[in-house]
């Protein structure tokens, strides 16, 4: 087994990692990249093949047979980059900077030194390896349309793991993550904008409405703060008030305000259920004569929850003992990611691995590639403890039911 793990070469690593920050691929506009993306992991020796559902953002599907029946692990990522500013790519040294860097092109050449280096060890594990690599993952342009449409064409594994973490969680193991969504109230008042002067009776009804619905927002939070629960990976529930706006002049009589914020959840409720609470909130206040409100939402993700007896969690933290020495603690993470996607919609127990991603979305995206070997390590050996334990489990009930179809009893 170590043996193995003195085959992960940082110099490859590094190549591949410059040659995608060399190729942009904001978000929307991922198909050089992912065509690229899809040569290397050729190259690298997996079976490789796109989805063009969405053809300015192709999904590479790469897929790395074992030698013996088994389970699939998937390892998963996104290609696209925010699409914001940054100086042209630099290579020096130990660093290799450039926007995607480290959100997360760390990860996606993780991915391709990790499947060279099991094709390179004659492919000595059970089950297969699939790679699924996509775009559209940033907000706002990113839907998360590309994974979804894998995860619904069932091309997913049994368990999986996303080459990607947050700097909080970086030395966790995650197991869980709430759910968020963005919520927009806009409340009107019929009639036009006008001069204060000419402001009927009531003209501040709508700005007394936003208000209180503002306060209760606010008192909402605070319950929901000091709440009981049973997550104290996740810590408490929120809801948060980003933005109000009413109004556009110092003496104009708006006509509309808008409250936009989040909301974020445990994984015993659903979206559903967020939004129905919400209408509960909203109902609470009597609306004055003449004004109207109603909410707007955008799911960002479900929350997500796995044991931490999941066989993939067990197979993480064996790999994290042997290459770090720590297992690391269990965590919860509060922003989305796609591990929210692949277990909450397509049922996958799902880890997340980092690869020095600490300075994602910064004006100065950057990696340092002695940094790279851990994770690598780690997601080489994690692959390797989930199948040949699960494949050898698989491998025999499958010839327990062989020897009973047979109707062999044995001596
Ligand atoms: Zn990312």
């Known amino acids: 087994m170590n ?86 790519p630099v290579r020096k040294g130990n660093i290799i900077c450039g926007r995607g860097a480290a959100d997360m092109k760390s990860g996606l050449a993780g991915i391709l030194e990790v499947i060279r280096v099991l094709n390179e060890s004659s492919r000595d594990f059970a089950g297969q390896v699939l790679v699924t690599v996509y775009g559209l993952h940033e907000a706002p342009k990113g839907t998360s349309a590309p994974i979804m449409n894998l995860i619904r064409r069932k091309i997913t594994g049994d368990a999986a793991m996303v080459a990607e973490s947050t700097a909080h969680a970086e030395n966790r193991v995650v197991i869980m993550g709430k759910g ?19 402001a009927p009776r009531d003209g501040d009804a709508l700005c007394r409405f936003g208000l209180k619905l503002a306060d209760q927002l606010l008192q909402y939070n605070r319950n929901l703060q000091t709440r009981k629960h049973a997550f104290p990976l996740l810590g408490p529930e929120s809801m948060f008030i980003g933005q109000i706006h009413y109004g556009d002049f110092y003496n104009r009589l708006p006509q509309k305000m808008v409250l936009q914020g989040t909301r974020r959840w445990h994984p015993v409720q659903s979206f559903k259920d967020i939004r129905r609470e919400m209408q509960k909130l909203m109902d609470g206040i009597s609306l004055p004569k003449g004004v109207t409100a109603h909410c707007d939402w955008s799911l960002t993700g479900e929350p997500y929850c796995i044991g931490p007896d999941e066989p993939v969690v067990r197979a993480y933290r064996r790999a994290r003992r042997t290459v770090l020495g720590r297992a690391g603690a269990l965590a919860g993470i509060a922003v989305v990611v796609d591990a929210h996607r692949l ?20 004006d100065c995206e950057y990696v340092q590639i002695a940094r790279l070997r851990q994770p690598c390590r780690i997601m080489l050996l994690t692959i390797l403890n989930y199948l040949n334990t699960a494949g050898e489990k698989h491998r025999k009930s499958y010839e327990a039911n062989q020897t009973s179809r047979r109707g062999y009893r044995g001596s």
């Not at 969504?181 to 009107?188: K, L």
């Not at 277990?343 to 910064?362: C, Y």
Request: charged content about 20%; proline content about 6%; hydrophobic content about 40%.
């Open 343 to 362: 277990v909450s919609l397509g049922h996958v127990p799902t880890v997340l691995q980092g690869f020095d991603n600490r300075s994602a979305h910064a």
């Open 180 to 198: 968020q969504a963005i919520w927009t109230i806009t409340a009107e008042r019929h009639g036009q904008t006008c001069h204060e002067m000419n």
């Open 3 to 88: 043996g193995l793990l003195a085959n992960v070469k940082l110099k490859r690593v590094a190549d591949d990692l410059w040659r995608l920050v060399c190729v942009p691929s904001p978000t929307g506009g991922e198909r050089r990249a992912a065509l690229t993306y899809a040569r290397m992991l050729a190259a690298a020796g997996a079976r490789v093949e796109l989805d063009e559902t969405i053809y300015e953002s192709p999904a590479v599907i790469g897929r790395l047979a074992g030698k013996r029946p088994g389970r699939t692990f998937q390892l998963a990522g996104h290609i696209d980059h925010i699409d914001a500013p940054h100086a042209p």
